[in-house]
């Protein structure tokens, strides 16, 4: 069955990085699409970035464009986030996502930037 595991969640003060991966399996991952969404408290869950299932095209939230960047590892079965420069605003649990069918989330990974 179609997992993803995210792991690389933190408390980070503002202006420092993290990097999240999601480890993905049980499906032919370097045939699909892969994203990033995040859900801050009282909001709903909104797209961060995708990843075309080759990797040469990316896609960003206008919020992150310019300090995260998505990428994956097809021999891997791994899909990244760097994220540089954050911001209190970037508080939210963030999920891998991919459709295969239907839509599959990881269980999430808590991201807190605060001083």
């Known amino acids: 069955q179609v997992q993803l595991v995210e792991s690389g969640g933190a408390l980070v003060q503002p202006g420092g990085s993290l990097r999240l991966s999601c480890a993905a399996s049980?499906?032919?991952?370097?045939?699909?699409?892969m994203s990033w969404n995040r859900q801050a408290p009282g909001k709903e869950r909104e797209l961060v970035a995708s990843?075309?299932?080759?990797?040469?095209?990316?896609r960003y939230a206008d919020s992150v464009r310019g300090r995260f960047t998505i990428s994956r590892d097809n021999a891997k079965n791994m899909v990244y986030l760097q994220m540089n420069s954050l911001k209190p605003e970037d508080t939210a649990v963030y999920y891998c996502?991919?459709?295969?069918?239907?839509?599959?989330w990881g269980q999430g990974t808590q991201v807190t930037v605060s001083s």
């Open positions: 996502h991919t459709r295969v069918y239907s839509d599959y």
């Open positions: 049980g499906f032919l991952f370097s045939n699909y699409d």
């Open positions: 990843i075309t299932r080759g990797g040469w095209s990316t």
